[in-house]
């Protein structure tokens, strides 16, 4: 039996360590915020990356109007982590005509406009992974004091 979609985009969020940090966890207990990644994984899963761009948008404009833009992050980990993305990239090798070959291995035949999705996903991953989780690491609750 299937998970519902419902089901299905908590446990990638939860894979993706939504949990580790209190402003994580607001994917799954923020209503507005776990619909807009239900849509995300309706997106991902009618393969269109207009449909992919639209969700991502959607969670992006709503942590910058909750102001936490930085977990924008898990939308792009929520597609960067997916079938789209090769399992294996062999180094290029250039041939003797000094055409490069390169070659990418997936885990399951994947269609172009999946590849493009996560390639998408992850210039977004990389140009913004190391701010996003500086801030989403930084915002932790004070210990109180005994």
Do not use: C
């Not at 639209?54 to 930085?70: D, F, L, M, P």
């Not at 898990?74 to 070659?103: C, H, N, Q, W």
Request: glycine content about 6%.
């Amino acid at each position: 039996m299937a998970l519902s979609i419902y089901l299905a985009t908590k446990k990638k969020l939860i894979s993706h360590g939504v949990k580790n940090t209190p402003d994580g966890n607001l994917t799954l207990t923020d209503k507005g915020l776990f619909l807009r990644f239900v849509r995300l994984e309706r997106a991902q899963r009618s393969k269109s990356f207009e449909a992919v761009q639209e969700a991502v948008q959607a969670i992006e404009s709503y942590t910058e109007s909750i102001g936490k833009r930085y977990l924008a992050l898990f939308a792009y980990m929520y597609i960067y982590f997916s079938d789209g993305t090769p399992k294996l990239t062999r180094p290029d090798e250039i041939l003797k005509d000094g055409v490069v070959r390169k070659t990418k291995e997936y885990g399951r035949a994947v269609t172009d406009e999946e590849i493009v999705i996560s390639a998408w996903a992850a210039l977004k991953f990389d140009r913004y992974r190391d701010g996003f989780f500086r801030a989403l690491y930084s915002h932790r609750p004070n210990p109180t004091s005994a």
